[in-house]
């Protein structure tokens, strides 16, 4: 069974960092790509960024390449996702994912999800 649980959200300055974190309590994190998304306020959900199972390949959304570096430690069962140089367009709640490829850029991509953590950019 896959839980996974997102933490790190909170309200930051413009120009600030933050770091996301996605656990998976189960025992099958490393069988699935990872991937995280967001949505704002009467926005539909979109993709941020994903990351293989092993970790060797990511794929980022143009908006926040170079930005949000995003990494897994399989040992622990958890995905990061490093928010730098944030700015109010980053303000959402953030879901982290589980799907079958790094690839995958839409949520129907993705079989298991998290409940979300809200980040809020004030400028």
């Known amino acids: 069974q896959v839980q996974l649980v997102e933490s790190g959200g909170e309200l930051v300055q413009a120009g600030g960092s933050l770091r996301l974190s996605c656990a998976d309590s189960?025992?099958?994190?490393?069988?699935?790509?990872m991937g995280w998304f967001r949505q704002a306020p009467g926005k539909e959900r979109d993709f941020v960024a994903a990351i293989s199972r092993s970790g060797a390949t990511t794929n980022y959304a143009d908006s926040v390449k170079g930005r949000f570096p995003i990494s897994r430690d399989n040992a622990n069962n958890t995905m990061y996702l490093q928010m730098n140089r944030l700015q109010p367009d980053d303000t959402a709640v953030y879901y982290c994912a589980g799907g079958p490829t790094v690839f995958a850029t839409t949520p129907l991509g993705y079989t298991y999800w998290g409940q979300g953590t809200q980040v809020t950019v004030s400028s």
């Open positions: 189960g025992r099958t994190f490393r069988s699935f790509a």
